[in-house]
């Protein structure tokens, strides 16, 4: 792994390495598994972005504090990749990250201090997700 890997950002990184290819890859793999097991039942994959991946004055601060170059990272561009992979891979998307985004007080939606969505988040998370998820369960 990337030495930033812990954070998520390094696949924010503008040039493609190898190593990002195999973890979407592993990803992929693992989706695949999961639609298999699920047989009839859809399945929908929910991009879920931590604080630096809806923000992007925290996106800023966390690649300086991780002591990255901002010019060779672009916010939104992992969210991307994934789920250009998975939308090819012929799984639905969903990307939580602009409605989160367009709320007023963002850090609200965490925990202080954490990347784990606060009860708001976890609220505003399941208002993006619910219309999706009953317009596949009507779909079967």
């Given at each position: 792994?990337?030495?930033?890997?812990?954070?998520?950002?390094?696949?924010?990184?503008?040039?493609?390495?190898?190593?990002?290819?195999?973890?979407?890859?592993?990803?992929?793999?693992?989706?695949?598994?999961?639609?298999?097991?699920?047989?009839?039942?859809?399945?929908?994959?929910?991009?879920?972005?931590?604080?630096?991946?809806?923000?992007?004055?925290?996106f800023r601060?966390?690649?300086?504090?991780?002591?990255l170059a901002?010019?060779?990272?672009?916010?939104?561009?992992?969210?991307?990749?994934?789920?250009?992979?998975?939308?090819?891979?012929?799984?639905?998307?969903?990307?939580?990250?602009?409605?989160?985004?367009?709320?007023?007080?963002?850090d609200s939606?965490?925990?202080?201090?954490?990347?784990?969505?606060?009860?708001?988040?976890?609220?505003?998370?399941?208002?993006?997700?619910?219309?999706?998820?009953?317009?596949?369960?009507?779909?079967?």
């Amino acid at each position: 792994f990337p030495p930033n890997h812990e954070k998520g950002l390094f696949l924010d990184a503008r040039e493609e390495t190898e190593s990002m290819r195999n973890i979407m890859t592993r990803m992929l793999s693992a989706l695949g598994k999961v639609r298999d097991a699920a047989g009839d039942t859809p399945v929908l994959v929910a991009l879920l972005p931590a604080p630096e991946h809806v923000s992007t004055s925290q996106f800023r601060a966390k690649l300086e504090g991780l002591g990255l170059a901002a010019d060779q990272h672009r916010f939104g561009l992992a969210r991307k990749r994934l789920a250009d992979r998975a939308k090819t891979a012929g799984f639905r998307v969903v990307d939580v990250a602009e409605a989160l985004a367009s709320n007023a007080d963002i850090d609200s939606l965490f925990i202080p201090g954490d990347f784990h969505y606060s009860p708001a988040g976890h609220s505003a998370v399941a208002d993006v997700l619910r219309p999706h998820v009953e317009r596949s369960l009507r779909a079967r």
